[in-house]
């Protein structure tokens, strides 16, 4: 109704329809077209010669025919009405004034609770460009018209500099101290956008009112008690899992292999947890894991026990050895796990211990006294009762020696974060598989999936059901079962549900046309798949661009925009990228984050030189550039630049300090008083704040 209302001529047939002497008609249900272009009337002149009666002449000059096409009769013939119907054309452009524009405005009716996330603006570009719910923070209007969206991240890109008396000579001279360091204009609890007006903006960022009606306060992914902040790019480029209606509020659903999945069997000393990665999940380290200098001095805890293996590579099978076909590699496996009972203040001790082999029969099931008084048996979650431990005279230290005998160099050890199990019982192995480090939660570490869940999910079973409390042995059998799915399923099974979909990949694969810019083929919607552009410093093959059509590597700023320029228009005569250009353009400027000292030094793409430039000529730059790329864009585009987080200098110098300690302070037989590092709630407090502050970005969104 829209477009007939904008053009009512199209959407009237002739007065009068007439068919030439030599064809036929045939009458066909209505198509909805408005187009349709037919020849002027003539009343062919043997029907008029042949008319005796009134009643023939009006028969034989109107459409309606008096017989059925089964009823033989020389005067009528079948045509077929679309053979003489002229090539589609394409459907105009709407002018910017015209009420069928496509538009992003702020919706003044909203309620908004908090600042709109970085996930917000990924699921506007999919609810525009393929499916979703409509947000409820902005209105969009006559989305089948949005032809393209450009979205480019500028990381060190603040609200503060959007001030009218910025200082940009002084402004990088404030102190990094959250409370102190003056960069989020208003009050954490205004979460509305903020009016973007020419004369209250510095003259080097006049253009972003032109461009632009608000500067959106933008929320990145995080959690504050961790002091973790996720990826503002993988969370902009990763879409959630589609989950098929029908699982939608029906609580956990079993897993399903993705389309096209395709099993690998693989071995499971490919699942071993690497030393590297055993403190940053809470484990202590055994001896085989610290360099071979430091082992010569080395002590266990008071208490602690370590298992007989010299070196890392002692469990390591000859393949000559190895049965062909064996996911367990000529490796003993043996899934491990305890219940603990509280004996103090957030203190709890072991009170009894299973191990389970291969083939799941119980090699051990123990229950054990604790040398210290229990206070609470927990045992909604223990299974464990005062009865149960009467009589029970054994005591860690016999089951340390019990395991010692047990577990040797081949030995794998499975179990559900194995780390509170091993602290329980005071020992450390260096061949471990964890299942909450196998499946991943899906907001990342430090969450982790619980085994019920797990096991709900991928083994379609229930544990831990009732008030009796957990079950060791049949928490040690789930995580069995678990490891050897995966080892059946490959490496990525369990990990694409954490993962989502990448971006560019859900475009092509569910990117939808409307009949605005698909014709009357794709009236409600229809999947195309949408073309799309990755243009960013580096190569972009090596990280998520790699799904998208048409990777662009860049090494400056300008060279960004050339790229971007490239995306949207094409190549000339169509060399690589059509003409034209593509549907979605993701881009990255990275010269102000150089400059602002946001570069993560980790990556393998050094940060450029600008020593040379002052903060005021890198924005004016910026905005130049940012300019350049609106000038561009042809009508109905949606246009989205936004920060991707606040300055994360603070929590990630914060970040390694406490990698730090947690690395010395796990060393077996460190000394508190020794450590290099000190980490204590004061610290804590701080990476808290610098978090926060990390995680408020800045965004806007607009249409050209």
């Not at 879409?239 to 292999?257: F, H, L, M, N, S």
């Not at 999910?457 to 042995?473: M, N, P, T, W, Y």
């Not at 059509?578 to 940060?607: C, I, K, T």
Request: aromatic share 8%.
């Amino acid at each position: 109704m829209e477009d007939i209302a904008a053009h009512p001529e199209e959407g009237l047939l002739p007065d009068t329809l007439d068919i030439p002497v030599d064809a036929t008609l045939q009458i066909n249900d209505p198509i909805p077209t408005f187009d349709l272009e037919v020849p002027p009337p003539q009343i062919p002149a043997e029907l008029t010669e042949d008319a005796s009666t009134d009643t023939a002449t009006s028969e034989a000059s109107s459409l309606k025919r008096s017989k059925p096409h089964d009823e033989a009769e020389e005067a009528w013939q079948v045509v077929d009405r679309r053979s003489s119907k002229k090539a589609r054309k394409e459907k105009k452009i709407p002018t910017p004034k015209s009420t069928n524009y496509p538009s992003i405005t702020f919706n003044y009716n909203a309620k908004l609770q908090s600042k709109i996330a970085l996930d917000s603006l990924r699921n506007l570009i999919l609810y525009i460009f393929a499916e979703g719910t409509a947000p409820q923070w902005v209105s969009i209007s006559q989305r089948p018209q949005f032809r393209k969206i450009v979205a480019i991240m500028v990381p060190g890109l603040e609200e503060a500099m959007f001030k009218q008396d910025v200082d940009f000579a002084t402004y990088n001279d404030q102190p990094l101290d959250g409370q102190q360091r003056p960069r989020v204009l208003t009050s954490p609890d205004d979460y509305y956008p903020r009016l973007l007006k020419k004369d209250e903006l510095p003259d080097i960022l006049k253009d972003f009112a032109d461009m632009f009606p608000h500067l959106w306060p933008v929320k990145t992914p995080g959690n504050e008690k961790y002091g973790t902040i996720r990826s503002p790019l993988g969370t902009m480029l990763t879409a959630p899992t589609d989950k098929p209606k029908e699982e939608k509020g029906r609580g956990i659903q079993p897993a399903k292999e993705p389309k096209g999945w395709k099993d690998e069997r693989t071995r499971i000393t490919e699942f071993l947890t690497m030393p590297e990665d055993f403190q940053g999940n809470g484990y202590v380290l055994h001896p085989a894991c610290i360099p071979a200098e430091l082992r010569k001095s080395y002590q266990d805890s008071e208490g602690w026990v370590h298992t007989n293996v010299l070196n890392f590579s002692d469990g390591d099978v000859p393949e000559e050895e190895i049965q062909q076909g064996s996911i367990t590699a000529g490796r003993e496996i043996l899934a491990l796990d305890c219940e603990m009972c509280m004996t103090g203040p957030d203190e709890f001790s072991l009170t009894r211990v299973s191990l389970v082999n291969w083939d799941g029969t119980v090699v051990l099931d123990k229950l054990v006294k604790p040398q210290k008084p229990i206070i609470d048996y927990v045992t909604r979650f223990s299974g464990i009762t005062g009865p149960m431990l009467s009589h029970v005279t054994t005591t860690l230290q016999d089951i340390q020696a019990k395991l010692l005998e047990i577990l040797h160099p081949r030995t794998i050890l499975v179990g559900h974060s194995l780390d509170s199990d091993l602290k329980a019982l005071q020992l450390t192995h260096p061949f471990i598989i964890d299942t909450a480090i196998l499946f991943p939660h899906n907001r990342g570490p430090p969450l982790k999936n619980s085994l019920k869940f797990l096991t709900q999910r991928f083994l379609k079973r229930e544990i831990q059901k009732g008030v009796a409390g957990h079950d060791s042995i049949e928490d040690a059998k789930a995580c069995l079962d678990l490891v050897k799915q995966k080892c059946e399923k490959g490496k990525s099974w369990g990990n694409h549900e954490s993962q989502g979909e990448n971006l560019f990949r859900r475009l092509t694969r569910a990117g939808k046309a409307y009949r605005a810019n698909g014709g009357v083929e794709a009236k409600g919607g229809v999947n195309v798949g949408k073309t799309s552009a990755m243009v960013d410093w580096g190569d972009p093959m090596k990280g998520a661009g790699a799904a998208s059509t048409f990777p662009i590597g860049c090494k400056s700023d300008e060279e960004v925009t050339e790229g971007i320029l490239r995306a949207v228009r094409g190549d000339p005569v169509a060399e690589e990228i059509p003409f034209g250009g593509v549907d979605f353009v993701f881009a990255r400027f990275r010269e102000l984050e150089a400059f602002q000292g946001w570069w993560n030094r980790n990556s393998d793409l050094m940060p450029p030189d600008l020593s040379d430039l002052s903060l005021e000529t890198c924005v004016q730059n910026l905005t130049q550039r940012i300019k350049r790329v609106y000038d561009s864009l042809p009508p109905c585009t949606g246009f989205i630049v936004f920060s991707g987080s606040g300055d994360p200098r603070d929590m990630a110098r914060l970040q390694a300090m406490q990698a730090q300690f947690k690395k010395e302070y796990n060393m077996p037989g460190s000394n508190w008083d020794e450590l290099s590092v000190k980490w204590t709630d004061r610290e804590n407090q701080a990476l808290k704040k610098a978090v926060s502050v990390a995680r408020n970005g800045i965004g806007f969104i607009g249409v050209k």
